[in-house]
């Protein structure tokens, strides 16, 4: 239907819906990755999502998503409110990254090195 419409001359679908789409794909990749790759498949909110460290800006850009096991756990809680929950759930939290790039390039390297698999069973996965 949007391509229709786009053919048919309405650009609108086009610009507020397949350009944001494009340019936002491979950076919700790369924080999806972080977020849930290496987590233990399991139904506990605690150990199959990971929250990770980051600067005040990104978490404004993504709305406090990096507290992303917080916002799993209690979907209910608005945006602002999750760094309180995060702080509340300090020691209920099992699987946390010290930070985007820091897991991307951690999980790079095991990738190069032929030990990716062994990496997020090592590093990230604290299922039973």
């Known amino acids: 239907a949007a391509a229709l419409l786009i053919v048919a001359g309405w650009t609108a679908p086009l610009i507020y819906w397949v350009v944001p789409v494009l ?68 020691e209920t939290r099992d699987v946390t990254a010290l930070g985007y790039v820091k897991f991307h390039a951690d999980y790079v390297r095991a990738l190069v090195a032929g030990r990716g698999a062994a990496f997020v069973d090592a590093n990230y996965d604290r299922g039973p």
Do not use: K
């Open 23 to 90: 340019l936002g794909q491979p950076f919700l990749r790369l924080v999806l990755l972080a977020e849930h790759t290496g987590c233990a498949l399991s139904d506990d909110m605690h150990i199959n999502t990971r929250t990770t460290s980051t600067n005040v800006f990104v978490r404004f850009v993504m709305w406090n998503m990096s507290y992303h096991t917080e916002h799993h756990l209690y979907p209910g809680v608005p945006f602002y409110a999750l760094p309180d929950v995060h702080s509340a759930m300090t």
